[in-house]
């Protein structure tokens, strides 16, 4: 056994060194390394956009070490740059064959426009533009380009744009399911999966307002872009598909060619010796710039990404990045940041979020509170979407700018549980519980549905949430609290529409916030920008995973020092058998904004 324990214990200091060695002598290598990547007096640019991006950097201190920009904001901040830089001669543009997300083609059209503005011209290129939900902003992006390809014998399917949803009420029906759930209000459709086998006309007319918002800006910027009417351009594109031929011939691309032949093309404008270099290329070396540096006057920026939680940890589940997360102690923790620095004049508060918790949205919320108390105005930036709790923790920001597309709103609430007793027993598996306490003590047991009683005071506790969110978007846009009601209801808008009903106070990109931010807090000329972040650092996830392994040692030392008690082997099979009879059904916790 103590043999057993020593052997764990160096597997467990092994991987330790591993995994904490390795990324420090990678950080070290590329710190050393890393050298600005030379750029021609006539240097163009390739920016692929078939890997997809996020809306922001992705998450991790490591996450850098890629080298890859991968982001909406990332992209936006080097074309800025570069159209500044009069090394740089031009843009060539790899398009998907599938869908970006709307608020995404918004931002970057936005960037691609000032880019052109430089009097640099941009050759965006398609192997294809192939059915898919959102291929309309794919191509709403190319047309801002002013020059867009397409590889021979490729297709063009640009028709419309759709969506799909299951319904999963009758298989929950056959197998003795019961989806347990409370919605505030109709449009809160999330659930409906669960507890409709088609859509309701709440569901349905929602589903078609913000799709039907999204098509018309698509429409409008494709129109202004190609210099052609929109109605003209909509009835020409709706009866596609065509081949790559065809769409030429109607005026939709402007050039049929292979990747090379694009390229010469670009390169041609650009000038003689003109070279490609990838943006990513181009971006490394730039890092930290100007832009973020120096002392004097700045504007704060706080950026999020993914589902809202409670507590700290980053952004992502590891040091080296992630799926998105956004948590209220780290959020506040910035903001806090944010309001010490005296040089800080006014925050950007750049949102992309689908929503989360309730209690980690009103945590954001103060904190967003607390910098305007300070007298640093707060403006929001929305990203592909700041909707339910998104919304909740922009609410009552100093302003609010989104994309035309960006989805936003549904304020409301959902939640409840999925019972499964009945569902298990057809298989001969029976599930059982106990409590002690009160009636509500296992409304979340996943045991059966809630009791009449359980589900009251569920019910109460949703119209408090509900009631509170409504109260705080009417004080934060100040609107009276029965016109956010009639808007409310759980509906998602897109950002156009929340211009109209004044849940938004115009439509724009980042770079819009920025220049809002800077009117507010009483900023001129060119903006610096300061980032204020709470992800784990690499000095602090490098002192966690040792910190973590020498613990674990710790532990395995002492076990190996017990091993030899027969008292404490006693003592560890009882735990072990303790443990043992203790495994069971995991609970379901109500899921409350999303």
Known sequence: MKQFLVTIAGVFIGLALFFVGVPVLLFAWVSASSRPVPVSDHSVLVLDLRGGLTDQPPPGPFAALSGHIGSVIGV??????????????GLLVRLPEGGIAPAAADELRLAFKAF??????????????????TVVSTYELAAASGDVWMQPAASFQVTGLARDDIFFKRFFDLHGVKADFQQRYEYKTAVNPFLQDDYTPAHRESELSWMGSVYGVVFADVAADRARPTAAVRALLEAGPYSAETARARGLIDHIGQVKEAEAAILAKAGPGAKLVDLDDYAEGRRGGAAVSGSGPAIGVISVEGDIMTGKGGGAPGPFGGASTIRSDDVAKAFQSAIDDSDVKAIVFRISSPGGSDTASEQILAAVRAARAAGKPVVVSMGTYAASGGYWISSQASEIVAEPTTLTGSIGVFGGKFAL?????????????VKV??????????????????????????????????????????????????????????GAQGRALGLVDRTGGFYDAV???????????????????????????????????????????????????????????????????????????????D
């Open 76 to 89: 936006e901040q080097v074309l800025r740059e570069a159209g500044r830089d009069d090394h740089v001669k």
């Open 116 to 133: 052109r503005a430089a009097g640099k011209p941009i050759l965006a290129h398609s192997q294809g533009f192939y059915a898919d939900a």
């Open 421 to 433: 007793g009945e569902a298990l027993g057809k298989f001969g598996v029976d599930m059982r519980g």
């Open 437 to 494: 306490g009160g009636d509500y003590a296992d409304a979340s047991s996943p045991v059966s549905p809630m009791s009449a009683s359980q589900r009251a005071a569920f019910s109460a506790w949703m119209d408090g949430i509900y009631q509170g969110f409504v109260r705080r978007v009417a004080e934060g846009r100040k609107l009276p609290e029965a016109r956010v009601r009639e808007i409310a209801k759980g509906r998602v808008w897109t």
């Open 515 to 593: 220049e809002d931010a800077k009117r507010l807090g009483g900023v001129t000329g060119l903006a610096r920008l300061r980032p204020f972040s709470a992800e784990v650092s690499p000095l602090d996830a490098l002192r966690r995973l040792f910190g973590g392994a020498s613990a674990g040692a710790r532990i395995v030392s002492g076990l190996s020092s017990l091993a030899d008690d027969p008292s404490a082997r006693a003592l560890a099979g009882q735990l072990s058998d303790a443990r043992l009879r203790a495994s069971g059904a995991t609970v379901l916790a109500p899921h409350l904004v």
